[in-house]
């Protein structure tokens, strides 16, 4: 359940003939501090020498104003960038996927404004944060799938004389599918190739099967209704 206060969907106009002025100036306003909100932390989490973002950077802002309004105002900062080009297909099919009315000089003030390439990386650090508000039912299963994938990361750093915990971390090991075998010494070889393309762009959660199924999940999620399940 999203604890975080309504979004209002529609445009001024709408909400005027729909006596709802003050619930679309409520939303509205929440819009732009979130807008202004995004824009302080991506000043504030990136790393120049890696000209990247930290990981952490989307974090405090989908949990003050929750996941729902942070996809509304980034998918309205995507549709009023002057140079949409310079963001990929994938982002703006993303944000396409959320209806922002028309209001004329009023989406402007919600929309964040930063290089394009710094907010393509906002967007994919909030799609990839697992919140009660965007996962819903699923919520618990995700938050266990993000524990057992860094519990599984933590234990490949026991020492080899720690055999327990160090086979429990080898059973989230990403394995792929048989790439060659040998009978003699019995060597099997594998490739996950196939099952890392997919999630290129999501770090870490490539390297166990609970994270790339994490990953998948998360992909869905963010489609919203592209899929049926």
Same mark, same amino acid.
């Given at each position: 359940? $999203? $604890?975080?206060?309504?979004? @209002? ?5 709408? #909400?005027? @003939?729909?006596? %709802? ?5 409520? &939303?509205?306003?929440? +819009? ?6 995004? %824009? ?6 990136? +790393? ?14 989908? %949990? ?10 980034? !998918?309205?900062?995507? +549709? %009023? ?6 963001? &990929? ?8 996927? =959320?209806? *922002? ?27 990839? *944060? *697992? ?14 799938? @993000?524990?057992?994938?860094?519990? !599984?990361?933590?234990?490949? =750093? ?10 429990? #971390? #080898? ?9 060659? !075998? ?5 060597? *099997?070889? @594998? ?14 959660? +490539?390297? =166990? ?21």
């Amino acid at each position: 359940m $999203d $604890d975080h206060p309504y979004v @209002y969907p529609y445009s001024r106009s709408e #909400a005027r @003939y729909r006596g %709802e002025e003050q619930k679309h100036e409520d &939303s509205f306003r929440l +819009n732009v501090e979130c807008a202004r909100a995004i %824009e302080q932390a991506i000043r504030e989490h990136f +790393n120049e020498a890696a000209e990247k973002l930290a990981d952490d950077c989307a974090q405090p802002v989908l %949990e003050q104003y929750g996941f729902t309004r942070v996809k509304f105002v980034l !998918a309205n900062s995507v +549709n %009023e960038m002057g140079m949409p080009h310079l963001l &990929s297909g994938d982002v703006r099919s993303w944000a396409a996927q =959320t209806f *922002v009315p028309p209001d004329g000089k009023y989406n402007r003030y919600f929309a964040a404004d930063t290089a394009a390439a710094l907010l393509e990386e906002f967007i994919r650090q909030a799609n990839a *944060v *697992v919140t009660p508000d965007r996962w819903l039912d699923g919520w618990r299963y995700a938050a266990g799938l @993000y524990a057992a994938h860094y519990a !599984a990361l933590y234990l490949r =750093t026991y020492a080899d004389g720690s055999a327990s915990p160090a086979q429990a #971390a #080898a059973t989230g090991a990403l394995v792929g599918v048989v790439k060659s !075998a040998a009978l003699g010494d019995s060597s *099997v070889s @594998y490739d996950a190739d196939a099952l890392t393309k997919a999630t290129a762009d999501w770090g870490d959660l +490539n390297a =166990t099967q609970y994270g790339q199924l994490l990953a998948a999940k998360a992909r869905l999620v963010g489609m919203g209704g592209t899929y049926a399940i």
